[in-house]
Structures are given as structure tokens and as C-alpha cells.
């Protein structure tokens, strides 16, 4: 089994937290980062943590900003046609601590019957998972209308810690470019659920038991609701690749 971990950048360089990228490329065998037409000095950043782990860390370049999605999907499809079996994203501002994106990837690892594991914040007793109650309560509602786009029960769709085992399920899931940038990883979801012949719960979702509120994050709660407002018409999107993957 080998891991890429994508980790989508646009204009990050003043918050890239090198030494826990570090950390990361020791733990998984390629740590790819996306820079998505960066216009600070991200660029020079990564290139110089790359050549610090040639053997382990990866830039991917995109001329213009393609928005996360994209870079995601871009990303991802790179480390599959790298031979990786296991892959995953994470979002730069690390949120999602790098321990926690490794944890989900060893999950993975004794669940193959998984086509994806996925973190799920989610508050209990002991762990340290922080959200502002603005931004809590937006993710209930959003989390709320997934599920029903959905077809199933999902509490977090919207977490940055995710992993993929590569297959046929994956490799469709990624083929075309998602429709709405604010609500793809809901989509990606539905894609993949919406595949044939997988186990009865490919999906697993994990609670964190470490995650918290990055000060300068991208995501505002006016792109939480432009998000609610994109899953309206997921579901018919879902139905058509059931459509498309059982013709």
C-alpha cells in the first residue's frame, strides 16, 4: 500500500506549516501539494520544502487558480496515475493536524472493503475539537440538506481530512470536473456511492479527535451558504452517473 496525501494551495506561504509537513512526508510516501496559481510566494516555498524530500514531497503547478476543487481533483488524479493505491487530501491550513490525516490513512489500511474513511468533526468528551458555534450550527444545517442529497446519514461531509482507495469507483468519481466548487466534496461522496457493486457501507466516517478554527481560513459563512444552496440540484446530478455507471 502506498499514500499520497494532496494538499491544495492557493497564496498559503505566510501560514504553511513546513515542519509539520515534514512530519507528514515521514509518515506517507508522497505528500503532493497543488499550487493553484498562487500569486505570493508559495510557489518558491514549496519548491524549496521540495527539494529538502525529493523522494517524498511533490509540487504540482496550475497556471491559473482553478479554485479547490479542481485542485483537488487535479491533484488526486496525478498521484493514482503515480501508482499510488491510497489517496487523500488535506486541507494547508492544517485545521486538521497531519497526525489525524495519517490515522485515517492506517484506518484505511485494515478496512479494504472502504472506498473512502473521512474525519468527521465532531465535539465529545476528550477530544479537542473547536468550532466557532456560528460556523457549528451552518455545518448542522449544511450537514442536514447533504444527507438528504445524499440519500444517506452523513454528519461531517465537509471536513478537510479525506482518503480514497484507488479504483474503478475513485477513478470515475474524478473524471469530470465537479459542478459547484463550495459543495465538491459532497459530491465526490455522491459519486462514489453512487457506483455499483460496493460493499454496503463504503464510506466510513471517523470522528477527529483533534481539530480546530484556522484564524484567515478562505471558507467564509456566506460560502457555507452558496454551498446549501448548490446540493438543491445534487441529487439529479447523483442519479445521472447511477445512470451513466450502470449503461
Request: aromatic share 6%; charged share 25%; glycine share 6%.
Amino acid at each position: 500500500m502506498t499514500v499520497s496525501i494532496v494538499v491544495p494551495c492557493f497564496n498559503e506561504a505566510r501560514r504553511l506549516d513546513l515542519d509539520a509537513f515534514r512530519s507528514l512526508a515521514d509518515a506517507v510516501d508522497e505528500v503532493r501539494f497543488v499550487d493553484d496559481g498562487s500569486t505570493d510566494a508559495t510557489p518558491a516555498t514549496l519548491a524549496a520544502l521540495a527539494e529538502e524530500r525529493p523522494d517524498r514531497i511533490v509540487v504540482q503547478s496550475l497556471r491559473r487558480n482553478a479554485g479547490k476543487a479542481e485542485a483537488v481533483r487535479l491533484g488526486m488524479l496525478a498521484a493514482i496515475d503515480a501508482g499510488h493505491s491510497i489517496v487523500g487530501f488535506l486541507d494547508a491550513d492544517l485545521a486538521t493536524p497531519t497526525h489525524e490525516i495519517a490515522r485515517l490513512v492506517d484506518i484505511a489500511g485494515t478496512q479494504p472493503q472502504r472506498t473512502a474513511v473521512i474525519g468527521s468533526r465532531v465535539a465529545l468528551l476528550g477530544h479537542a475539537v473547536h468550532r466557532r458555534p456560528a460556523r457549528h450550527y451552518l455545518g448542522r444545517l449544511y450537514a442536514t440538506v447533504a444527507s438528504l442529497a445524499l440519500g444517506v446519514a452523513v454528519y461531517d461531509t465537509q471536513c478537510g481530512a479525506k482518503v480514497f482507495r484507488v479504483g474503478i469507483p475513485l477513478q470515475l468519481a474524478l473524471a469530470d470536473s465537479f459542478h459547484d466548487p463550495w459543495s465538491f466534496d459532497v459530491e465526490l461522496l455522491g459519486r462514489l456511492l453512487s457506483h455499483p457493486g460496493q460493499a454496503a457501507d463504503p464510506i466510513l466516517e471517523v470522528p477527529l479527535f483533534e481539530w480546530r478554527d484556522v484564524d484567515g481560513s478562505q471558507v467564509r459563512a456566506a460560502a457555507g451558504l452558496r454551498a446549501s444552496v448548490a446540493l438543491l440540484g445534487l441529487r439529479s446530478r447523483v442519479r445521472r452517473h447511477r445512470r451513466r455507471y450502470a449503461s
